[in-house]
């Protein structure tokens, strides 16, 4: 059983997230691929080491479908190469963050608060 190092303020909900990297220096690669899940919501954040990367944000049906789509992408990264480098890791943020990732006005911010939060939670 995955356990959060903290409880939940008012107003926050559960985050499971993942780290991918892919070492090669054969190839000068140095990337990162994380995964944030939360309910329906699928964030991925990925890049050069070092840099803040690209967000993709993904919507599904409910939690299931979300999580079956999150191993999925694992797994192609697996196979292309990337190994775990963090693993599965709970944390808390707002509720606010979450659903505003739904809108897109607000969606690549939101995205990049839970991304941070992700990378806190691993200190």
């Not at 991918?20 to 054969?26: G, K």
């Not at 939690?63 to 190994?83: D, H, I, P, V």
């Not at 509720?95 to 911010?109: E, L, S, Y």
Request: charged share 20%; with cysteine; proline share 5%.
């Amino acid at each position: 059983m995955i356990t959060p190092r903290s409880q939940p303020e008012p107003g926050q909900v559960l985050v499971l997230g993942w780290e991918l990297r892919c070492i090669d220096p054969d190839v000068n690669a140095n990337k990162f691929y994380r995964l944030m899940l939360s309910g329906s919501l699928l964030v991925i954040n990925y890049g050069p080491n070092g840099r803040v990367g690209q967000i993709k944000i993904h919507l599904h049906e409910n939690f299931k479908a979300a999580k079956l789509f999150a191993l999925n992408m694992t797994a192609s990264k697996e196979r292309g190469g990337y190994y775990l480098h963090q693993r599965l890791t709970a944390f808390y943020v707002s509720h606010t963050a979450v659903q505003a990732c739904r809108a897109p006005a607000q969606a690549k911010n939101s995205a990049l608060v839970i991304a941070r939060a992700f990378l806190e939670a691993c200190r």
